[in-house]
Structures are given as C-alpha cells and as structure tokens.
C-alpha cells in the first residue's frame, strides 16, 4: 500500500538525518587529518545522556542540550589534543586503533557516570503523531529532519562564505600548500574535532526521544555513520548527506518488507558492495593512501 511506502521513507529520512550528521563529523575530521575517528558516535552519546541527566536534576531542556553540546566538545578538543596531536606522526593504522581505543574509553565513563540503562529524554513537542499522506509521523521527526536540514546549510555556509571554513577546505585539499600560505593547520584539525563533536551531539539530542539512549548507543549509530560517509565518498560533505539518507531509507525499507531482523545487516551489505564496485563512493571523493 502507498500509505505503508510513506510510513517506511518518513521512518528512513529520519533515521538518515542522524546517520548524516555522523557522517558529516567523519568527513570533517578526515578532511582536516586524514583520521577516521571511529569515536565519532561516542559523541553522540555524549550529546543524549549529558542531556538526559541534566533534565532529570532539573535542567529544562533548552538550557541542558547546550550544555551537552559544550560537554561533547570538550570531549573533542581532549580527543585531539590528548590523543591524536601526541601521535600525529604515527601511522594511519595507528590514529585508527587510538580513536577505537578512546571510544571504549569514553564509553566505559559512560557506563560508570550513567550506567547500564537505556535512557529516554522527553519529546520536543508532545508525542501526538500527525498524519501525512496516510502515514504517521511523531513530532519529533519533524525536530530530527528540520534541525539535519538547518545544519547542512550552515555548514554550506560555513564552508563556502567564512574564512575559516575556506581554510578547513584548503587544508583539506592540500595541507602542506596551505602552511605555505599561513594558514594553522595544528587548529585547523582542532576545529575539525570540535565541530564533529557537536554535530554528534546534537544528533544524539535530538534523536533520544525516539530511540533511547545509553552509554553503547553509540556503537551502532557511529558505524553507520561511518558507512554513509563511505557510501557518499569519505570527505565529501554532500555525500556524506546523502549517503546518510540513502542509508536510512534503505534501512527502513528492508525492515518494513523484508524483517526488521535485517536492518541492522543493510548497512554493512552496503559497504561491502560499495567497496567492489564504488571504491570512490557515489560523489567521487578522492581517495589517498590515508584510507
């Protein structure tokens, strides 16, 4: 039926939106290093469980998702400055193994800080669903789709219209021409680690109302982050959306025809067939010996 084809594209547009925004902190940071920080979804479980807990004390949300964003992205600068910059001459295997090391560290704190359980978060506007073109959609959809759409133009504009942005670029297309030309490229991939980080956060926000969170939600969604910056070309930022949605759209689509037993299989049967037949991914990035 139409109404249940609807029903399944709202469901992977949203779950995309979030598989985006980590796909997006993927392509930032390997941009600016050549790193692939496999703690990147240890971000967005900053973002949902400092945000859970500051609302159980009280917090309001409009002051507590901030703070967790501020938290996340001082997790970042310590990732980078604590880990990454001591052993930016090591190899590639090497940076790799450091982040999936801080990534089970930081899940460990996790574990300790908030424990075991899952967690969930209020909705942003009530739980009522609405319906559209004979599917429902929950309100907090909306939130996760509109504030994805918000993001992606800033960073449009951020990268296309500031200074700084222009040097992230160039740093991306050639580090060494860009310290010729002064340009810090030591901050430069501080910067990548910190608007990574609040990027995971705040996808972890917003999507705690719908799916939970816990101190391992991060495992899963930070894969498939990885996946769909991979399926849109690593360090590219419109694969990198596109990718995300992509992802999510084929995710749902498999659960809602096949089984949900499979939607956790979809993505990593994506990446295989990526790798044979679009090394490159779908927007072409270039592809370096860092990979």
């Known amino acids: 039926m139409l109404s249940e084809f609807f029903q399944f ?12 925004l980590a796909a997006l ?6 941009n600016a290093s ?58 590639v ?22 424990g075991k359980g899952q967690h969930a978060l209020p909705a942003f506007s009530g739980d009522v669903p609405l319906r559209m073109m004979g599917a429902t959609l929950l309100p907090q959809s909306l939130w996760v789709i509109g504030v994805t759409v918000v993001i992606v133009a800033a960073m449009w504009w951020f990268f296309s219209r500031t200074l700084t ?11 060494l021409a860009a310290q010729l030309v002064g340009i810090d490229t030591r901050f430069i991939l501080l910067l990548s680690f910190a608007l990574a980080a609040v990027l995971g956060a705040v996808a972890g926000i917003i999507v705690a109302p719908i799916t939970l ?34 992802l999510g759209i084929a ?8 089984s949900s037993e499979y939607k956790d299989a979809v993505p990593f049967v994506l990446i295989i067939l990526v790798l044979f037949f679009l090394p ?4 072409g990035a270039r592809v370096t010996e860092r990979v």
Request: charge should be neutral; aromatic fraction near 10%.
């Open 9 to 20: 594209l709202f469901s992977g547009i949203t779950s995309g939106s979030i598989y985006a």
């Open 25 to 30: 902190g993927f392509s930032i940071i390997f």
């Open 34 to 91: 050549g790193v692939i920080n496999f703690a990147q979804g240890e971000f967005i479980m900053i973002g949902g469980m400092v945000t859970v807990f500051l609302v159980k004390l009280g917090v309001p949300v409009w002051a507590a998702a901030p703070a967790a964003v501020l938290a996340a992205m001082a997790v970042g600068l310590a990732l980078d400055k604590l880990a990454i910059e001591p052993a930016r001459n090591a190899g």
């Open 93 to 114: 295997v090497a940076l790799i193994i450091i982040t999936i090391g801080a990534s089970i560290f930081l899940q460990g704190i996790a574990q300790v800080l908030f």
């Open 165 to 175: 942005g222009k040097a992230m670029l160039a740093t991306a297309a050639n580090p």
């Open 213 to 246: 969170t816990s101190y391992d939600v991060g495992i899963m969604l930070g894969l498939k982050g990885f996946v769909a910056a991979t399926l849109g070309g690593l360090g590219s930022f419109a694969g990198a959306v596109a990718g995300g949605v992509l």
């Open 251 to 258: 995710e749902a689509m498999a659960a809602g025809y096949l």
């Open 280 to 283: 490159r991914g779908l927007f």
